[in-house]
């Protein structure tokens, strides 16, 4: 079982950067694929990123390409989400996922979830 803890979020101006970060418990964590996923007020729970088990798959929604980077350490039992050029669209609570092995961008493939981490991006 993995247990997930985000952190990182918070207020910020558009155009600025955040990084997000998520603990995992559990001795098994470079088995497990990480997912990102948001949910703004009133919209459902939306793929925002992902990475395999080894880190050598990466996934991006199209909305934030080119702006956001998913990264693991499996050493320390980590992921990270560095997120550049914010936009206000981007606000929303930021949750961590866990699957076994291989990355999906569907919510429903992941096991394991975070309490999640409140990103809001002032215009």
């Known amino acids: 079982q993995v247990q997930l803890v985000e952190s990182g979020g918070g207020l910020v101006q558009a155009g600025g950067s955040l990084r997000l970060s998520c603990a995992a418990s559990g001795r098994t964590f470079s088995r497990y694929a990480m997912g990102w996923f948001r949910q703004a007020p009133g919209k459902e729970r939306e793929f925002v990123t992902a990475?395999?088990?080894?880190?050598?798959?990466?996934y991006y929604a199209d909305s934030v390409k080119g702006r956001f980077t998913i990264s693991r350490d499996n050493a320390k039992n980590m992921v990270y989400l560095q997120m550049n050029s914010l936009k206000p669209e981007d606000t929303a609570v930021y949750y961590c996922?866990?699957?076994?092995?291989?990355?999906?961008?569907?919510?429903?493939?992941?096991?394991?979830w975070g309490r999640g981490t409140q990103v809001t991006v002032s215009s």
């Open positions: 990475i395999d088990w080894t880190g050598a798959s990466t």
């Open positions: 996922g866990a699957r076994t092995l291989v990355a999906t961008t569907r919510g429903p493939d992941y096991n394991y």
